[in-house]
């Protein structure tokens, strides 16, 4: 069995690996920049077989909400970036307006 929490929180891989960072894919010009590192789908004999159906439709239910929905957080309501560890590491609950466009 992969230890996927061995990759992806390696402080000599990721820079802040305990918070959330999209820099981390990002190079100096501001590019995308694929890492190694990232395994979001396993690796090896585990790595999921239906993982480009998966990324397609996590692309395209995305891009429905964005062209459907405005969204925003309540006034004076500050988002966290740091994550709640447990069984798995999940985002403090938070409450989020959508707005139809």
């Excluded at 590192?37 to 480009?52: D, I, M, Q, T, Y």
């Excluded at 798995?88 to 307006?97: D, E, N, W």
Aim: neutral net charge; charged residues 25%; contains cysteine.
């Amino acid at each position: 069995m992969l230890n996927l929490a061995s990759v992806l929180f390696d402080k000599t891989e990721w820079e802040t690996p305990d918070t959330f960072n999209p820099g981390h894919f990002l190079d100096a010009e501001r590019k995308f920049v694929k890492k190694e590192a990232f395994l979001p789908f396993s690796a090896g004999k585990r790595v999921c077989p239906g993982e480009g159906l998966a990324r397609m439709e996590l692309f395209l239910f995305l891009v429905g909400l964005l062209q459907k929905f405005s969204f925003s957080v309540p006034d004076g309501v500050e988002l966290s970036t740091e994550a709640v560890t447990g069984t798995i590491r999940a985002p403090h609950p938070f409450k989020v307006y959508a707005k139809a466009r």
